[in-house]
Structure formats: C-alpha cells, structure tokens
C-alpha cells in the first residue's frame, strides 16, 4: 500500500526509490545513489506494471487488484500496516495518517470475494507491549467486517484475526512469551477483543526457539531461495517437523524469483533468474511436499525487489536522460497475466481453489 502516483497523489512515493548506497564506501562509490524518474518512465523496478505506477489510493487500483487475484485463485490480499500514527517512512512528507484498511481496502475486498490480513511491520519502537495495543486496534476498528480474514488459533480453534509479524525476531522469545502464552503477564490469549492468531518470520536456524513462546505458526517470506536458512527449500522438511511437534503452522513462503538491481544496484548475488516460471514452479513443488495448510506468496507486488506476479507489460522502456541511457524493462514473456495463471494451476494442484494467502 506503499505506493503514490503525483498526478493523483500530488507527489511520488516509492516508483521514485532513490538507490541505496552499500555499506563499504569503497563499494558504494562505485555505484549511483541517486533517484529513479517515473516522468522518464524510470521507476525503481526491473519492471513494468501492466497498470504502469500506479496510486495504491486509487479505488479503482485496488479493485482491479482484487480482481486479478481472485482471478489468480487467491482468497487473501495479506497488507503491510502500521497502528495510527506511522507509516512507512517513504511518506513522510506526503501526511499519510489515513486507516487505508478501514477507509478502502476491506470493503473492496469484500465485494471481490477476497479477504485482507495484517503483515504488521517492525516500527519503530514496537515491543510486545505495543504489539497488544495493535491486536486491540485490529479487533476495534475491522474485527466486525467479514472481509477480516480469520484463522483457527492451534490451542481452541477459535477463529481469529491472522496476524503476520515480520522481523519478530527483533523481540526475544522470552519477551513474545509475555503476550502469546497463557500465563504471560501481557497475555491476550483466550481474551475477547485481543487475542489474534500471531505468525512470527523464521529467518535463522536459531529462530526455531521461537515455537516455545506461543505463536501460533511462522512463515519464511523471503523469495530469494537460500538467501537466509528459513527461504531455503532443502530446510523446509525439518522445519515442517519442528512446526508438527510444536502444534503450530508453518506458512512457507514462494516466489517466482528476486532481483532489487534498480533500488541496491550492488546487489547482483541475490538475483533469482525467474527462469520462465522454472523457478516458481520449483519452489512452488517444495511447499507441496510439506502438504502445508497455507502458502503464502512473496510477492504480488513488491515492484522494487523484482518479486511481484502482478501483471508486468511487455516491451517497455524508459526514456533516455542525461544520466542514464534508456534501458528495457524485464518480463514475463508475451503474455502478462503468466503468473496468475500460474499460479491457479498451482493454488488448484495444492488446495482446490480458492486457497493461497498473498503478504
């Protein structure tokens, strides 16, 4: 929901991504550090949206969204979201304090047949402490709409608000013990109004103590396969066992393939070639393995990390400037819904439709 169209919006947000220096001056000198041009059809991705860069304000945007997911077999749009009061920083100076759930997003949902959860993201300053307040802002402010998507807990069945929390590793388990478990002095389980089925993100080997402090599952987000031990296929066998034992869910996430060159230019190692759906399909093949409850897709469009099975357009470049010389935009081929199909086939091979939660 991060992304502005100056036309609409009244200024750029985040197709204009500046490109970020590395660490090491020496290698960050080496590379341009300035921002992308959307006039000049120059937008911090390797490529192109169908809907061109688009306003994630715009009703009809998010419609049409809908739309191509549910087209896609998807059931749930998962979104990035911040309590009131915060945003991501790339709108800091767009005045951005609107509850876009409430405001748009759930009754668009709604009237496409799709359901929205929460991927409540690493704010500043957010603690298990906070995070209780959120659940309690989740359950005031969207617990009465049915477009909320809702997951059994592992301890009752109770069907509660779905939850991601990324970066959770941020927080120790002992800490997240306080708020998920029974006896923790910060405890919303079993509490009416609070209690949510909570998914922290797996990233190291280490994470597994994470099972012991009450949540009700992970997930592994990341698309660029072996990048961290959690995205890596081959670790999803013993990872799914520990998921078993512990009574938890384990959401493994899939992705068609990564590449982030136009927002970290130095960033090449961590390309994935898509390999014309070669790569999605593989990863996708790893996840049925594990015949998981739920799959999560990473991404529908995370433009800037090159993850997105949004609609791209073929055969599109940008303008040419003084800086830069004009440069082709990648693809999906010919046909630019490939990866909504693809992904049907696969939503319909692992669950029937409809299926698939999208963060």
């Known amino acids: 929901m991060w992304y502005r169209n100056k036309d609409r919006d009244g200024n ?4 204009n991504h500046q490109r970020l220096s590395h660490w090491d001056q020496e290698v960050a000198k080496k590379y341009a550090q300035d921002e992308h041009i959307p006039e000049n059809d120059d937008i911090g991705s390797s490529y192109w949206p169908q809907l061109g860069p688009y306003s994630s304000l715009d009703p009809q945007t998010i419609a049409t969204h809908m739309d191509m997911m549910k087209r896609a077999g998807l059931g749930v749009a998962v979104v990035s979201w911040y309590p009131p009061g915060l945003h991501d920083p790339a709108l800091d ?22 359901r929205v959860a929460i991927h409540l993201e690493p704010y ?3 603690t298990p402490s906070t995070v209780r307040k959120d659940f309690e802002y989740i359950h005031t402010h969207y617990g009465e709409h049915p477009a909320l998507h809702r997951v059994a807990n592992v301890r ?42 909570a998914i922290f993100l797996w990233v190291e080997a280490a ?69 014309d759906g070669q790569y999605f399909d593989h990863m996708f093949s790893e996840a049925a393995r594990l015949r998981p409850k739920m799959v999560s897709i990473t991404s529908f469009n995370e433009w800037h990390e090159g993850t997105n099975i949004e609609p791209a357009l073929y055969g599109k470049s940008t303008v040419a400037s003084l800086t830069w010389p004009a440069r082709a935009y990648l693809n999906y081929g010919s ?6 199909t693809k992904t049907k086939q696969w939503v319909e091979r692992m669950f029937g439709p409809p299926g698939l939660v999208i963060p």
Not at 12 to 15: D, L, N, P, R, V
Not at 98 to 107: G, H, K, N, S
Request: with cysteine; proline share 5%; charged share 20%.
């Open 12 to 15: 750029w947000s985040h197709w």
């Open 156 to 197: 009752d069945g109770t069907l509660l608000p779905l939850v991601y929390i990324y970066d959770s590793y941020h927080n120790s388990p002992e800490e997240w013990a306080r708020l998920l478990t029974p006896n923790g002095d910060l405890s919303v389980r079993g509490k009416t109004g609070l209690d949510c089925t």
């Open 93 to 114: 100076d767009l005045n951005q304090t609107v509850d876009i759930l409430r405001a748009l997003l759930l009754d668009i949902a709604w009237a496409h047949g799709m």
């Open 335 to 340: 046909d630019p819904e490939f990866y909504l």
């Open 124 to 126: 500043e300053g957010r």
């Open 207 to 275: 994470h597994s103590t994470y099972t012991k402090s009450g949540f009700d599952g992970f997930y592994t987000y990341f698309a660029a396969a072996g990048f961290v031990y959690g995205s890596t296929p081959s670790n999803w066998l013993y990872m799914g066992r520990v998921a078993q034992e512990a009574g938890i869910y384990f959401i493994p996430s899939v992705g068609p393939g990564y590449i982030d060159v136009e927002v970290r230019p130095w960033n090449f190692a961590n390309t994935r070639d898509r390999r």
